[in-house]
């Protein structure tokens, strides 16, 4: 900072990369616009910068940066509504695996993201940016809510809604797919039918004791 302050502005480019994801995911569970969501982030380092003189670390840098990205945002929202009075949602950002997944695995990992993506998207704008912030982002109660202009307490309250919204709308997902889950037709229903009656002609005919009426081998 004190370098950067002093006239090296090109080390500014260590704070984009170091905060691109946590801004681009707070901005997006306000927004949802994945390119509305990056012109803000924009926005934001600008703001930073212009303002840099006056960060006086009273609290975290990333605090600091956090909020003015939220401010922002909801500056964009409150642009957004009164000339389209649409509403805001959200999304995240996931691990990335270490093993290189194949194509099945890809398609199956697509397809859970999406769900996911989905069920946060639906959460109520209050819950749906301390999730993010809180589940994604790791950021610490007393951040969030200082972000947020909010108490810890108001926090930690939202968190657990939110998480229990998420749980209620990714069990009502899977119920409603349970009919079409593991499905067993096409060529592995044709091997598991051959291969059981190959076997079966391999066994003696079963037959019904005439006297006794019970089956017999």
Not at 4 to 18: D, H, M, N, T, W
Not at 93 to 105: A, L, T
């Amino acid at each position: 900072m004190q370098r950067i302050l002093a006239g090296e502005s090109e080390l500014y480019e260590v704070i984009i990369r170091r905060y691109n994801q946590r801004l681009y995911r707070v901005t997006r569970s306000i927004l949802l616009d994945p390119d509305e969501s990056e012109d803000v982030v924009q926005e934001t380092y600008l703001r930073a910068f212009e303002h840099l003189p006056q960060f006086e670390g009273r609290a975290l840098f990333s605090t600091w940066l956090t909020k003015i990205a939220v401010y922002e945002a909801l500056n964009r929202m409150k642009e957004r509504s009164r000339r389209r009075a649409l509403d805001s949602t959200l999304e995240e950002g996931y691990e990335v695996s270490d093993v290189m997944p194949n194509p099945e695995q890809e398609r199956l990992a697509a397809e859970t993201r999406a769900i996911i993506e989905d069920a946060i998207e639906r959460l109520p704008a209050t819950y749906r940016s301390v999730f993010v912030m809180r589940s994604l982002e790791d950021m610490s109660t007393l951040e969030t809510a200082q972000c947020l202009d909010i108490s810890e307490e108001n926090v930690k309250t939202r968190l657990l809604r939110a998480r229990h919204l998420l749980r209620r709308s990714l069990y009502e997902t899977v119920a409603a797919a349970g009919a079409q889950a593991f499905q067993f037709m096409g060529e592995r229903c044709d091997r598991v039918t051959a291969n059981v009656m190959g076997m079966i002609r391999s066994l003696p005919t079963p037959r019904r004791d005439r006297s006794s009426g019970r089956l017999l081998v």
